[in-house]
T-cell receptor, first 116, second 113 residues
Framework: GAGVSQTPSNKVTEKGKYVELRCDPI?????LYWYRQSLGQGPEFLIY????????DSGLPNDRFFAVRPEGSVSTLKIQRTERGDSAVYLC??????????????FGPGTRLTVL | QKEVEQDPGPLSVPEGAIVSLNCTYS??????FMWYRQYSRKGPELLMY????GNKEDGRFTAQVDKSSKYISLFIRDSQPSDSATYLC?????????????FGKGTLLTVNP
């Protein structure tokens, strides 16, 4: 079956512009996560959705970052007034709650954001 | 100090070598320990996970967790060129914010034919 998909795969923008990054999770997965991976670093948690609501947005670096998941499936990460330091790969992951104690997070290929 | 420390390498080995990758951590609340493999320009994919302490083996891969030392390892036997990738350790709690993965920096491995 289809995995997690993210669009666009690459995004180049200018400092100060607004960008939207999209994530399509695996069908039926109610949990969705966004992570950011800077060059030479591991992914860092940004936000976690359970269904439509953001259960934990403590990883969002500041109020320029916002994410939505209005229908409990597709999610959009929105970044206002982009800065050069926002350049990174933005990864989306999804998981199925199930009854198991360990729920694997399946990652998409990421969106590579470059802010000039 | 970061919660999870991982030597970024790079590590270069000949085909057939045994590879040892490791991470240390500081948060004793971590109970799940994962190893992810990430190929260039791809998302991480789960290789193995271990709950609490002990060893786990899957084919050529063995994961070890020593909670008393806060140290985890991944061993790759008979390494292949296709194993060339970045290996990320990750950890999470069992309770509380048990959905949040905390990653190491990743170790870049190259297996030379």
């Amino acid at each position: 079956g289809a995995g997690v998909s993210q669009t666009p795969s690459n995004k180049v923008t200018e400092k100060g512009k607004y960008v939207e990054l999209r994530c399509d999770p695996i069908s039926g997965h109610t949990a969705l996560y966004w992570y950011r991976q800077s060059l030479g670093q591991g992914p860092e948690f940004l936000i976690y959705f359970q269904g439509t609501g953001a259960a934990d947005d403590s990883g969002l670096p500041n109020d320029r970052f916002f994410a939505v998941r209005p229908e409990g499936s597709v999610s959009t990460l929105k970044i206002q007034r982009t800065e050069r330091g926002d350049s990174a790969v933005y990864l989306c992951a999804s998981s199925s709650p199930g009854q198991q104690t360990y729920n694997e997070q399946f990652f998409g290929p990421g969106t590579r954001l470059t802010v000039l | 100090q970061k919660e999870v420390e991982q030597d970024p390498g790079p590590l270069s080995v000949p085909e057939g070598a045994i590879v040892s990758l490791n991470c240390t951590y500081s948060n004793s609340a971590f109970q799940y320990f994962m190893w992810y493999r990430q190929y260039s320009r791809k998302g991480p994919e789960l290789l193995m996970y271990t709950y609490s302490s002990g060893n786990k083996e899957d084919g050529r891969f063995t994961a070890q967790v020593d909670k008393s030392s806060k140290y985890i390892s991944l061993f790759i036997r008979d390494s292949q060129p296709s194993d060339s990738a970045t290996y990320l350790c990750a950890m999470k709690r069992e309770r509380g914010s048990n959905y949040k993965l905390t990653f190491g920096k990743g170790t870049l491995l190259t297996v030379n034919p």
